[in-house]
């Protein structure tokens, strides 16, 4: 299904908005990834807002609900601000992240509505949704699968595991989507173990596989109704090509953005710039 002009302008302008709220958000909690929670803000707001994904946000828990895991859970408090708007939560919690008595912290828990899982350590979350995938298949379900996980995640044993598995069970109900922004914790990709050509090296695993600009909503929105609407047999993923710190200069060139913070005097500034 491809979307039309307006409603890509409309997705665009929700990006921004999801930007503007991650950047604030930092600013209140410190303690928050800011470089891997800007890479994949188009990637969230095209699930649930270009309607991808079935949810209902009175109901978190609903049977016919697609399960969304969040495996990069660190990089993804630009899905606060989506939970919030859409009614998951009150907006008050995202002036008031990681204080005392708030649902919303630097790493996101399961007792936050929308959040299915958490993962611990990083490069579980697909072994979880590939079992949670082979369940719902099992049950006769047609309920979809979708995961977000990052690059420095594939450095991780499990993650190959998973991926074997999944490609060994055919668990076409199974969608990846790779937020790819070329940098992990300590450095840029290519300089620590340079997973390139991944696209090229999962499908040998037997998955179906695409490629797309990360931040281009029209073509991300294609390839993951095409993946949902169209199975084809195979598990599937999208690596999607991502900036990270996506809009901060300073933290786009970094190779160790992964742990840098925005002065939040800054803050305000950098968001009158993504008006």
């Not at 969304?68 to 008050?92: A, M, N, R, T, W």
């Not at 991300?220 to 609407?229: D, I, Q, V």
């Not at 598990?235 to 200069?249: E, M, R």
């Amino acid at each position: 299904m491809k979307l039309n002009r307006k409603d890509e302008l409309l997705l665009r302008d929700r990006a921004l908005n999801v930007r503007r709220e991650t950047l604030r958000i930092h600013g209140i909690a410190q303690g928050t990834r800011i470089a891997s929670s800007l890479s994949p803000v188009e990637i969230l707001v095209v699930l649930y807002y270009g309607k991808v994904l079935a949810f209902d946000p009175a109901n978190p828990s609903w049977p016919g609900r697609d399960r969304f895991i969040v495996s990069k859970g660190h990089g993804s408090i630009s899905l606060y601000p989506i939970l919030s708007e859409l009614g998951y939560f009150d907006k008050s919690e995202l002036a008031i992240v990681c204080q005392k008595g708030a649902i919303l912290g630097a790493i996101p828990d399961p007792h936050i509505p929308g959040y299915e899982t958490i993962n611990g350590s990083l490069g579980h979350g697909l072994g979880v949704a590939s079992g949670v995938a082979l369940a719902l298949r099992n049950a006769n379900r047609t309920e979809k699968v979708f995961v977000l996980v990052g690059d420095g995640e594939m450095y991780e044993g499990a993650m190959w595991e998973a991926i074997m598995f999944a490609g060994q069970h055919r668990l076409d109900n199974l969608i990846v989507i790779l937020d790819n922004n070329k940098a992990c914790m300590l450095d840029f990709c290519k300089n620590v173990i340079d997973l390139e050509p991944i696209d090229k090296k999962v499908k040998l695993f037997g998955w179906n596989v695409k490629r797309v600009d990360g931040h281009n909503i029209g073509k991300l929105h294609n390839a993951l109704t095409s993946f949902k609407e169209a199975p084809t047999g195979k598990p599937s993923l999208l690596v999607a090509d991502t900036i990270k710190g996506k809009g901060i200069q300073e933290l786009e060139t970094d190779p160790l953005s992964h742990t840098k913070n925005i002065n939040p005097k800054d803050i305000e500034l950098h968001i009158e710039r993504r008006k």
